[in-house]
């Protein structure tokens, strides 16, 4: 794969911890390298979640969804609780 600059796109995603987008075409003029990709996996929704460092975000887990996603503050409560001990985890440089 070639290499792609993401920083500008990252950085809109870390500033907003957690992004919804059920309509993939709302994503092509925001976020269009990360469109691309998405694009290309055949999913139909997708939902960024900005894992947190204590200093810095740390990474993004990426959820694709074949069908367009209904309820996202529910997905956000499941979700975010395993987020917070993944990131324990991969900020072991800040916990020690």
């Given amino acids: 794969m070639d290499y792609i600059y993401y920083v500008d796109e990252l950085e809109k995603l870390h500033n907003q911890e957690i992004v919804h987008i059920a309509n993939l075409s709302e994503m092509e003029d925001d976020l269009p390298k990360l ?17 947190e460092g204590k200093k810095t975000p ?24 395993s987020i917070q001990k993944l990131a324990i985890l991969l900020d072991y440089e800040n916990n020690k």
């Avoid at 694009?39 to 979640?49: E, G, R």
């Avoid at 740390?58 to 609780?81: N, R, T």
């Fill in 35 to 51: 469109y691309r990709l998405v694009k290309s996996s055949d999913a139909n929704a997708v939902s960024f979640y900005v894992i």
């Fill in 58 to 81: 740390i990474g993004i887990l990426v959820m694709l969804y074949k069908d367009s996603i209904a309820c996202k503050m529910e997905k956000a409560k499941i979700v975010m609780p």
